[in-house]
């Protein structure tokens, strides 16, 4: 084995032999002659077959040979083939590494990989070993290749692979605050996000106005107060390392509150009028939530009616008084808006008979006073 030393061979001369010499040995093996004996030892530094010859020296009379055979195997060797960059990757989970090839030479006849993330492999054909494949982990992986063949010493080298983790975003907040419909004016509730992986943060986009996202300690925190009414699909996205960003959203609907508007003249609110005239009509327009609208507290023969976004409030009161009415919105489920006004009736006059009714067709003497009892 190269690198291994061999076993001493020795060779004792006699005759007319006083010394001998010993041709064809690897290198780091030699041959010394001491006290009638050759001795041959080292260590092999070349692999191959040497067929060694062992010669005496002395008189000159017929010398004598022997000889043997040292066989050196070569111990492995393993290089790296691909770019140097390839031993120390950084990429992210889903993708491909870039193939990793090592060259298997000496007496190393092939090659085992260890410590590879999951999805990827070595495979070793023609003398080359590649790894390659796309990680389905993330982590930091330190591979160790190791050379297979005859008993000598094998080789080894190795890597790091770095596989990134993708960016992961997970509801942690009730599924249901993720659609949710509101008035305008009220509170959310609040939706949270975690964020994991190669994720280090979030933002969130298309949120209402008066609703906002807040991130801290790896949530991010939806909440606020809508300030104006429709339907919000906001998307919250994750930052962070250079892997593939998680995404996820939801819908948030603001319902508007009701609004009421005078769209009859001001004065047409406060109207001072006689019993039995037609009041001056009085319009209101309702919008945001509102879908209709009623009154309370109008004067008999006065009546609101409604069509149209509309409500008027007109008629001829029959009965004197003052009269505070109210108009009130209706509609969906939020706040209703409300106004109103005063409608002052005055009486008419009213005159009365209080004496008897005779009193009121009498036929008397000139001069005479008038009776004041019926004459007979």
Known sequence: MLGVAITDITYSVGGGATSAGVTGLPAGVIGSFGAGVLTISGTPTASGTFNYTVTTTGNGCTVATDGGTITVNPNHTLSLTSAP??????????????????????????????????????????????????????GT??????????????????????????????????????????????AITDITYSVGGGATSAGVTGLPAGVTGTFGAGVL??????????????????????????????????????????????ATETQTLCQGVAITDITYSVGGGATSAGVTGLPAGVIGSFGAGVLTI???????????????????????????????????????????????????????????????
């Open 85 to 138: 960059a390839t031993e120390t990757q950084t990429l992210c989970q889903g993708f491909a590494i870039t193939d990793i090839t090592y060259s298997v030479g000496g007496g190393a006849t092939s090659a085992g990989v260890t410590g590879l993330p999951a999805g990827v492999i070595g495979s070793f054909g023609a003398g080359v070993l590649t790894i390659s494949g796309t990680p389905t982990a993330s």
């Open 141 to 186: 992986f330190n591979y160790t290749v190791t050379t297979t063949g005859n008993g000598c010493t094998v080789a080894t080298d190795g890597g790091t692979i770095t596989v990134n983790p993708n960016h992961t975003l997970s509801l942690t907040s009730a599924p249901a605050t993720e659609t949710q419909t509101l008035c305008q004016g009220v």
């Open 314 to 376: 007109s008629g001829t009161p029959t009965a004197s008084g003052t009269f505070n009415y109210t108009v009130t919105t209706t509609g969906n489920g939020c706040t209703v808006a409300t106004d109103g006004g005063t409608i002052t009736v005055n009486p008419n006059h009213t005159l009365s008979l209080t004496s008897a009714p005779a009193t009121e067709t009498q036929t008397l003497c000139q001069g005479l006073p008038l009776p004041t009892s019926p004459i007979p």
């Open 221 to 266: 925190t939806i909440s606020g107060t809508p300030t104006a009414s429709g339907t919000f699909n906001y998307t919250v996205t994750t930052t962070g390392n250079g892997c593939t960003v998680a995404t996820d959203g939801g819908t948030i609907t603001v319902n508007p509150n009701h609004t009421l508007s005078l769209t009859s003249a001001p």
